[in-house]
């Protein structure tokens, strides 16, 4: 939150190219619009089933389905959003669990919640300036969280532990319509005990049509993980597709 512009576009080259802007006024607007409009996308969006096609390293890619599953927590009074990695048996799949081959990330969807009017309170948020990307006129914001006000932090798991991890990160949210169309995240600290040194994602949007469905929805297209651990880096480059509506059923089966 604290570095110069030099020293941003350094730690995060995609910032090349921004016209920054050092005034503030504008950012409780754009928090706010850019708030309502992703409360009101999660509204919409029904639970949903994709082709998950992940590629780690240079090996090669493996496709799985990907369940998002989307409702409201009484408790803590906000949106969650679980999310379930499954084989072609229909088996729940844990992450980097049973074979190595397996993703070792899930649930980087969860990331744009951040901006949720329910969550702002919980991050700090630093307005950079606009940035083209692609078609796209951006707001470039940057944020961090404060670990003292997240509620529900995002977690690692890690020999049977887990361990809460939070996160500072850049989103560029779309001039025309305040959907965020980009969004990179980065540990707020390395985890010592872990020997976890980074873990990076970079999520993309786009409009994306659903079988089932008159109106696209806007939903993740693809999302980049590094992680460095013990001072081995891991890629993961995740790409979805094919969304359609989930349903579960259930039957009553009488006792014997």
Same mark, same amino acid.
């Given at each position: 939150?604290?570095?110069?512009?030099?020293?941003?576009?350094?730690?995060?080259?995609?910032?090349?190219?921004? %016209?920054?802007?050092? $005034?503030?006024?504008?950012?409780?607007?754009?928090?706010?619009?850019?708030?309502?409009?992703?409360?009101?996308?999660?509204?919409?969006?029904?639970?949903?089933?994709?082709?998950?096609? #992940?590629?780690?390293?240079?090996?090669?890619?493996?496709?799985?389905?990907?369940?998002?599953?989307?409702?409201?927590?009484?408790?803590?009074?906000?949106?969650?959003?679980?999310?379930?990695?499954?084989?072609?048996?229909?088996?729940?799949? !844990?992450?980097? #669990?049973?074979?190595?081959?397996?993703?070792? /990330?899930?649930?980087?969807? $969860?990331?744009?919640?951040?901006?949720?009017?329910?969550?702002?309170?919980?991050?700090?948020?630093?307005?950079?300036?606009?940035?083209?990307?692609?078609?796209?006129?951006?707001? #470039?914001?940057?944020?961090? %969280? $404060?670990?003292?006000?997240?509620?529900?932090?995002?977690?690692?798991?890690?020999?049977?532990?887990?361990?809460?991890?939070?996160?500072?990160?850049?989103?560029?949210?779309?001039?025309?319509?305040?959907?965020?169309?980009?969004?990179?995240? $980065?540990?707020?600290?390395?985890?010592? /005990?872990?020997?976890?040194?980074?873990?990076? /994602? !970079?999520?993309?949007?786009?409009?994306?049509?659903?079988?089932?469905?008159?109106?696209?929805?806007?939903? @993740?297209?693809?999302?980049?993980?590094?992680?460095?651990?013990?001072?081995?880096?891991?890629?993961?480059?995740?790409?979805?597709?094919?969304?359609?509506?989930?349903?579960?059923?259930?039957?009553? #089966? @009488?006792?014997?």
């Amino acid at each position: 939150m604290d570095y110069s512009l030099p020293e941003l576009q350094k730690a995060v080259p995609q910032l090349h190219g921004l %016209q920054p802007d050092p $005034n503030q006024d504008q950012l409780p607007v754009l928090l706010t619009k850019a708030g309502k409009v992703i409360d009101n996308l999660l509204r919409k969006t029904p639970s949903l089933l994709s082709r998950e096609q #992940v590629r780690l390293n240079r090996s090669r890619p493996r496709d799985f389905d990907y369940l998002t599953l989307f409702h409201e927590d009484p408790v803590n009074l906000r949106t969650m959003l679980e999310e379930y990695r499954i084989d072609p048996q229909g088996r729940s799949i !844990e992450p980097g #669990v049973e074979d190595s081959r397996n993703p070792s /990330s899930l649930g980087f969807k $969860n990331a744009w919640l951040l901006f949720l009017p329910s969550d702002q309170s919980q991050s700090k948020f630093r307005y950079l300036g606009r940035q083209q990307v692609g078609d796209h006129g951006t707001f #470039v914001v940057a944020f961090t %969280q $404060n670990p003292a006000n997240v509620q529900v932090p995002a977690e690692v798991r890690f020999q049977g532990k887990r361990i809460p991890v939070f996160w500072q990160g850049i989103a560029w949210v779309e001039e025309l319509t305040f959907r965020i169309i980009r969004l990179r995240s $980065n540990l707020l600290d390395p985890i010592p /005990s872990i020997h976890l040194q980074q873990l990076t /994602s !970079e999520l993309q949007f786009d409009d994306t049509n659903v079988s089932g469905l008159a109106s696209p929805l806007w939903l @993740p297209r693809e999302v980049d993980v590094t992680t460095r651990i013990n001072g081995q880096i891991v890629s993961e480059i995740h790409r979805y597709s094919n969304y359609r509506l989930y349903a579960a059923s259930s039957k009553i #089966v @009488p006792a014997p």
